[in-house]
């Protein structure tokens, strides 16, 4: 399977909550970084946030791009918290090794946010 492939794959499998499905996408030393809260997860740890996630609904592919062992995927995910509708922008960075994703960086961002005042031009 081709990087860009693997990683629609791995969206899809997250939309669809199969979790158990996951692992297998996943090297055995895989490692994610979260850069919005700066954590770190191993596969295992990894995949239980995912599948424990409180409220999540969907995670849509909105865009995808790849060459070599590295592809990128900006998704919109939809949710819940608190009884409240929530959404969010995703970019998911994946490099592969031996076929598995080996590493995996998520950057997350509101959806909505109001630019920082003074930072537009007038």
């Known amino acids: 399977m081709d990087t860009t492939t693997l990683l629609e794959t791995l969206c899809t499998t997250i939309d669809e909550r199969r979790w158990e499905d996951l692992p297998a996408l996943l090297h055995e030393d895989f ?3 979260l850069v919005h809260t700066g954590e ?3 596969r295992e740890g990894w995949v239980r946030l995912n599948a424990e996630y409180p409220g999540f609904d969907r995670l849509l ?3 995808l791009v790849g060459a070599g ?3 990128v995927a900006r998704c919109h995910v939809t949710g819940t918290s608190k009884g409240t509708p929530v959404a969010f922008e995703l970019a998911t960075f994946i490099t592969v090794e031996d076929g598995l994703i080996r590493e995996l960086t998520e950057v997350w961002a509101d959806v909505g ?3 920082p005042e003074g930072t537009r031009p007038g």
């Open 31 to 33: 490692v994610c970084r």
């Open 40 to 42: 770190t997860f191993d």
């Open 61 to 63: 592919v909105e865009d």
């Open 69 to 71: 062992d590295r592809a």
């Open 113 to 115: 946010a109001t630019p």
